[in-house]
């Protein structure tokens, strides 16, 4: 059976993702806290977008975050429990306009989110280029661009690498949160990386 998307965030990379599911096939339910708003993004999108509650949103099979990290304790309290759903993190952990990052004490900024999602499989990818460059073509100069992810369910981070890849990037699985997370979270060594895979 298709799988079903959806998207908590309808902003810059909210509307990113979006377009790269649309353009693979795929239709996908944004959601937001302003419906007014949300209804101007999905008639922008066109075709296969659809706007939703977030709640609805969040029953999808894969179901992307794309809101401030700061706002995901909101959401875990919303939703009960997320039945084993693939939940892919895109988030970064600033906590102001500039970007300041949260005091983890060297733990991973998805393993926070994974504590406050019960029953997710939390995938973290999509959360370290800039949209301007992420929404590009994928396909440069004869390579791929590389999108990064980690995660502890391996097969949570197989079916979000396939999906990737259906997207035109290539997927470069870091492994659990605890090593591939911390790479690639905000002030890693692998953000604002932007990779050409030949
Ligand atoms: N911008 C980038 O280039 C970029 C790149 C990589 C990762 N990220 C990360 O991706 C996330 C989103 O960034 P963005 O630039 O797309 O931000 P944005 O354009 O400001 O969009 C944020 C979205 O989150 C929604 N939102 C806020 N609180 C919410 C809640 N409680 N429930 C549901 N939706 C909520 C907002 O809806 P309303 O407008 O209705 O409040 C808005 O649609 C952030 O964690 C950011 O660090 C951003």
């Not at 979006?18 to 419906?35: C, H, M, P, R, Y």
């Amino acid at each position: 059976m298709k799988k079903t998307f959806g998207i908590i965030g309808a902003g810059h990379i909210a509307q990113t993702i979006a377009k790269f599911l649309i353009e693979s096939g795929n239709e996908v339910l944004l959601s937001n806290t302003d419906q007014e708003k949300l209804k101007g993004v999905v008639s922008q999108i066109g075709d296969g977008a659809t706007a939703a509650s977030v709640s609805k949103a969040a029953e999808a099979d894969v179901v992307f975050l794309a809101l401030p990290w700061l706002k995901v304790p909101e959401l875990g309290a919303e939703i009960g429990s997320w039945e084993n759903r693939i939940v892919v993190d895109a988030t970064n952990h600033f906590i102001s306009a500039d970007f300041q990052v949260a005091e983890l004490d060297g733990g991973a900024s998805s393993a926070v989110v994974a504590d406050h999602l019960p029953d997710a499989r939390v995938v973290k990818a999509f959360n370290t280029l800039f949209y301007k460059i992420l929404e590009q073509d994928p396909q440069q100069n004869g390579g791929k661009r590389v999108i990064f992810l980690s995660g502890d369910d391996k097969e949570a981070n197989q079916e979000i690498s396939a999906l990737i890849e259906t997207f035109g990037f290539a997927p470069v699985d870091l492994g659990p949160l605890s090593i591939g997370g911390l790479l690639q979270q905000a002030k890693g060594p692998l953000a604002s990386l932007n990779l050409i895979k030949q």
